[in-house]
């Protein structure tokens, strides 16, 4: 399906072998810095609604949702088991290739808010996920996509590897664009003290007219 809005090698890879193989070792590091993760913490704070029900993408060892928002639920969706057990704000979690089925398998309306912290650049088919990610999101439920200038280069998109910040964050936007039916698509530049940057790109499920 991407490939009626972007060149099919956009979503080529150095690395074409199995994510499965890939990240079947845990990885339990943070990939941002303190200043950067706390960024973003403020962030979730003043925008996810609080004691809500939250989809983890793309989790691993961390969540970063802040304690203040004391949410109903958290599930994680990644690929290595060993790092989403060990993460504490996880109540439940699954393993799921979001690259060979892009397809969320939870109901329409579930989640007050999805969040995907510093993974989006590994997503070979975005838009279909970006889409089933407003399908499960409740009518004003928020999506919030944050990436930062770091990323496991063989592994990520060619076209990502061939762009700049700026233009990393307009890709982001233009997948929900491309998705459709989000609204209050909203970008955001931190410079934290420390020395990872912190790009966020958000929007909400449109509400059922």
Known sequence: MEQRYFPENYFKRLDEGSDHDFYSEPRKVVHIDEEAIAALQAYYAKHVPPHGDYLDLMSSW???????????????LGMNAEEMGDNPQLDEFIVHDLN????????????????????????????????????TLKPDGIFIVSFSNRCFPTKAISI??????EEQVELVKRYFELAGNFTDIQTKAITPDGQDPLYIVSGRKALDL
Not at 64 to 74: A, E, G, K, T
Not at 105 to 121: E, F, H, K, T
């Open 62 to 76: 961390r969540s970063h949702i802040p304690p203040s928002l004391d949410p109903i639920s958290v599930t994680g």
């Open 100 to 135: 060979v089925t892009p397809m969320l398998p939870y109901p329409d309306n579930r989640w007050d808010a999805v969040l995907c912290a510093v993974s989006i650049q590994y997503l070979q088919n975005p838009i279909d996920v970006f889409r089933h990610v407003n399908r």
């Open 160 to 165: 990502w590897l061939n762009m700049n910040e």
